[in-house]
């Protein structure tokens, strides 16, 4: 079957299960939605972390950036007549997660451009930094229009409620859809060149900076998108939802799902959810619990749950097998 | 032609190239042999834009090379078979050969350039679906040729292709080296630390010093040249 068929018939699935998500129970509602997100979020920084072997440690910020400005526009939408009523929400919604994922991805291209120049660690500590700026800057800004409190520093920002089902994941299906899309073209196949041999590719032609800023924006661009979702749906941000432990969070998934592999890190996405959530009723131990089976499923699959298999590569060798049969 | 002149490279303080001037005419095979460190992948880097150069020219026809950024100098037709191989170990034979072929559009002289470097090396077509990190020493420096000729360079830069390979496959790989040049009138720059192999397929030769060309000449003279046979023939 073409990759095609298979998104478009996964997207049929979704708009009909989104028919019955009201009748789900809201805790294990809340648990899909975040599924969903960190779907989107981990598909995203794998481009960065794992195709194109960079080592980003801010992917938090950029979600942070994208659900504060995304909030900004709806708040300032829907109180100036283009509100929830409109289509159901759907108008400001899309524009708020637009120009959510659009200041991310600005966000973006201006840490991308001078730290991508450094290599392993210290762009992991740059970017770490940078996760702590933004987190810093939002806690001290607060503003009013109209008499209307926006961003609100360290005390929150209510956020309208535009988020569902079928927005999470539909992202998230578009997420997987462009970076498989992006890695499996002739184009894309730069990205892994500058991972696998950096010298080689810059040898072969592959004007290494702009393929590595490029990974930078589009992955922040959708991290951004993550963080719109994100904040439509607990209606609640504050700078504290955006730290650098929530960007671990995310590397995690990452590297437990193999490091390049789209196929993997949703799995593992899915995974590192609902473990901290099964793990409720060890209540003080979870957290330990949760770390052990981490280090756990580490040494038993160094490589990731799937190694390097992207989606279209695990899908051809199916049909080469099953050819040779 | 390419023509370098007077070039100075260094890494940091350290002089590595102290100005280098060679010539390799189009449709030729030249070589450039050297102990260890004596600037020979310096100079190959140096070429394909990798390292910039402190002062000196390079040149290929009308430009000047030495302000290229290393993706339009491939696209000026210079491929380099690098130093080490530095294949793409987590991609295909194939997709390592369609790196070669990054920055070229037409997909019809790609395919040929694809089956033309196959039947040059069947062993890769053998293998092209198997990852580039698995293959042995020999068929990685097999695939580095071949995803280097996938550019379709008018020059193309080999360093030490003999490099760790059994004897039986540097023949055969020299071999492929006349061929690329017979049929296709490819120009080669041939660096080598085995100097008997590479001075017998060359048709002109340099020796390089710690960063300065002390000899040159007709390979067959250099071949028969007394200090170049205590130096770099041993006793063959
Ligand atoms: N990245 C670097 N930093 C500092 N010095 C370097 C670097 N790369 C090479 N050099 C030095 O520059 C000199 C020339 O090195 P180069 O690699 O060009 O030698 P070579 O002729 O290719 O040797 P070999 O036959 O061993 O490959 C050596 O003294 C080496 O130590
Ligand atoms: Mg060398």
């Known amino acids: ?325 | 032609m390419l023509e370098i002149k007077d070039l100075h490279v260094s890494y940091g303080q350290i002089a590595a190239l102290k100005g280098i001037s060679l010539s390799v005419p189009d449709h030729a095979i030249v070589t450039l042999i050297g102990a260890n460190g004596a600037g020979k992948t310096t100079l190959l880097r140096t070429i394909s834009g990798l390292l910039k150069s402190k002062s000196g020219s390079i040149s290929l026809g009308d430009s000047e090379l030495t302000k290229c950024a290393p993706h339009e100098i491939v696209a000026k037709g210079i491929a380099q078979s690098p130093e080490g191989r530095m294949i793409f170990a987590n991609l295909t034979v194939m997709e390592n050969l369609k790196m070669g072929a990054f920055l070229r559009k037409d997909t019809d002289g790609i395919a040929t350039d694809m089956e033309y470097v196959f039947s040059m090396f069947p062993r890769l077509k053998e293998r092209h679906a198997q990852q580039g990190g698995t293959l042995s020493g020999g068929e990685q420096q097999m695939l580095a040729i071949g995803r280097a000729l996938m550019s379709k360079p008018k020059i193309l830069l080999l360093d030490e292709p003999s490099l760790g390979i059994a004897p039986i496959l540097v023949r055969t790989i020299f071999q492929k080296i006349v061929e690329i040049n017979h049929n296709l009138g490819m120009t080669v720059l041939l660096v080598e630390q085995n100097a008997h192999m590479a001075l017998g397929i060359a048709s002109h030769g340099y020796v390089i010093e710690t960063g300065k060309i002390v000899l040159e000449g007709e390979a067959s003279w250099l071949a028969a040249n007394e200090e170049v046979k205590k130096a770099y023939l041993g006793s063959v």
């Open chain 1, 1 to 325: 079957m073409r990759p095609q068929l298979i998104f478009a018939l996964i997207f049929a699935g979704l708009i009909g299960l989104s028919l019955v998500t009201g009748k789900i129970d809201p805790y294990y509602y809340t648990v899909i939605i975040f599924i969903g997100i960190n779907i989107t979020m981990a598909t995203s920084l794998n481009l960065i972390n794992g195709f194109t072997g960079q080592f980003s440690l801010g992917h938090a910020g950029f979600m942070g950036v994208g659900a504060y400005v995304s909030a900004i526009a709806s708040t300032f939408l829907t109180t100036h007549g283009l509100g929830t009523e409109v289509m159901g929400g759907v108008p400001v919604m899309a524009i708020a997660l637009l120009v959510g994922g659009l200041a991310a991805a600005l966000t973006g291209l201006a840490v991308g451009i001078p730290s991508l120049r450094l290599k392993g660690d210290y762009l992991a500590i740059v970017t770490l930094g940078f996760n702590e700026i933004i987190r810093v800057i939002i806690q001290n800004v607060d503003f009013k229009i109209d008499g209307i409190s926006y961003v609100g520093g360290a005390r929150g920002f209510a956020v309208p409620q535009l988020s569902s089902f079928l927005w999470v994941f539909g992202i998230a299906l578009v997420a997987i859809y462009f970076v498989e899309n992006l890695i499996n073209s002739t184009y894309g196949r730069g990205f892994l060149a500058v991972r696998d041999d950096e010298v080689a590719a810059e040898a072969m032609g592959v004007h290494t900076t702009r393929f590595k800023v490029r990974a930078f924006v589009i992955g922040s661009f959708f991290a951004g998108i993550g963080g719109g979702l994100f904040a439509h749906f607990i209606q609640y941000i504050t700078p504290d939802n955006f730290t650098f432990l929530k960007s671990i969070e995310i590397v995690v998934m990452v590297i437990l799902g193999g490091m390049g592999s789209t196929y993997g890190v949703i799995l593992a996405a899915i995974l590192l959810t609902i473990m901290p959530e099964a793990l409720r009723e060890f209540s003080e131990y979870r957290m330990i619990i949760y770390s052990l089976m981490l280090i756990v499923l580490m040494i038993a699959r160094p490589q990731g749950l799937f190694g390097s298999e992207t989606f279209t590569r695990f899908f051809a060798k199916r049909k080469a097998a099953a050819n040779k049969v």
